[in-house]
């Protein structure tokens, strides 16, 4: 028989200083406050591998990495609006007039789209492939594009053929 493996040992940690963690503390703290539920983590992890049984650490692993990857992937999108907004205004900063309040942005399936094809080109193109109906026209696949223009072609043919 196997004999049973021990973990390393690990090397002593340096200890960190009270802003250290008191700032890791709150970090920690506002993470765990954006939750999924465990329920769609599951269902997540057992589509992306129906042939793996997912353990208790791994779940919450997951749900650690879909958290950090949403907050991440946000923080692109916001970067993308600002960077749209900029060009707006003739690559100036817009500052509205004194006590005016800044004009709302709300994101937008252009600018997830678009932030996700600039840091992640393959991610980009499996969803929209997976999910071409809910991205936008020109992040479609080019067959899904093809498609949606015969259909158009064919709601508007005339079937007699008989021009009047």
Same mark, same amino acid.
């Given at each position: 028989?196997?004999?049973?493996?021990?973990?390393?040992?690990?090397?002593?940690?340096a200890?960190?200083?009270?802003?250290?963690?008191?700032?890791?503390?709150?970090?920690?703290?506002?993470?765990?406050?954006?939750?999924?539920?465990?329920?769609?983590?599951?269902?997540?992890?057992?589509g992306?591998a129906?042939?793996?049984? %997912? #353990?208790? !650490?791994?779940l *919450?692993?997951?749900?650690?990495?879909?958290?950090? $990857?949403?907050?991440y992937?946000?923080?692109?999108?916001?970067?993308?609006?600002?960077?749209e907004?900029?060009?707006?205004?003739?690559?100036k900063?817009?500052?509205?007039?004194?006590?005016?309040?800044l004009?709302?942005?709300?994101?937008?399936?252009?600018?997830?789209?678009?932030a %996700? #094809?600039? !840091?992640?080109? *393959?991610?980009?193109?499996?969803?929209?492939?997976? $999910?071409?109906?809910?991205?936008?026209?020109?992040?479609?696949?080019?067959?899904?594009?093809?498609?949606?223009?015969?259909r158009?072609q064919?709601?508007?043919?005339?079937?007699?053929g008989?021009?009047?």
């Amino acid at each position: 028989p196997c004999a049973p493996v021990t973990p390393p040992p690990t090397a002593p940690r340096a200890p960190r200083s009270a802003s250290n963690k008191e700032e890791a503390a709150k970090v920690a703290a506002e993470l765990s406050a954006l939750t999924m539920p465990v329920a769609v983590v599951k269902r997540i992890g057992r589509g992306a591998a129906p042939e793996a049984t %997912l #353990s208790s !650490e791994a779940l *919450a692993a997951v749900h650690r990495v879909g958290q950090a $990857f949403i907050c991440y992937a946000t923080d692109r999108v916001i970067r993308e609006m600002q960077a749209e907004g900029d060009g707006k205004h003739g690559g100036k900063k817009f500052k509205p007039k004194s006590g005016a309040p800044l004009p709302r942005k709300t994101m937008s399936a252009d600018h997830v789209m678009s932030a %996700l #094809s600039a !840091e992640f080109p *393959a991610i980009a193109t499996k969803i929209s492939t997976l $999910f071409s109906d809910a991205v936008p026209q020109e992040y479609r696949p080019e067959a899904v594009r093809l498609l949606e223009q015969l259909r158009a072609q064919q709601r508007g043919w005339n079937p007699a053929g008989a021009e009047q």
